[in-house]
């Protein structure tokens, strides 16, 4: 049986990038799951958290695949490898984490 990935980007643009900038290299990355079809879901947000435990991480990027091969297929897929290239000639630092989510039912809570 197939498993869910979250394949979780976590990056800080180069300073020197302008608003215009990371707002297109947003836009591309949002406009991959039209040109990748393995890829399930996407989202993404920049940091809100009142912890100050980003590490200088801003943004996060999270793409859903229905398995490990289709993840695997996503990594090698030309598109994503020349988006890739770009991104990363545009990013201070990342952290990529993959993940089969677990989830955890909450009880209901009577009144």
């Excluded at 836009?27 to 079809?37: E, R």
């Excluded at 801003?58 to 793409?63: D, L």
Aim: net charge negative; hydrophobic share 40%; with cysteine.
């Amino acid at each position: 049986m197939a498993e869910t990935i979250k394949h979780v980007v976590l990056l800080k643009f180069k300073d020197e990038l302008t608003a215009e900038k990371i707002q297109q290299l947003i836009d591309d990355y949002a406009a991959l799951p039209a040109k990748i079809d393995v890829m399930k879901g996407f989202e993404w947000g920049t940091d809100v958290s009142t912890e100050n435990l980003h590490q200088g991480y801003t943004h996060a990027f999270i793409s859903t695949f229905d398995s490990k091969e289709g993840r695997d297929a996503y990594v090698v897929h030309e598109v994503h490898q020349e988006y890739a290239g770009v991104l990363i000639a545009n990013i201070e630092k990342i952290c990529v984490f993959d993940y089969s989510p677990t989830v955890v039912p909450i009880p209901v809570k009577s009144s």
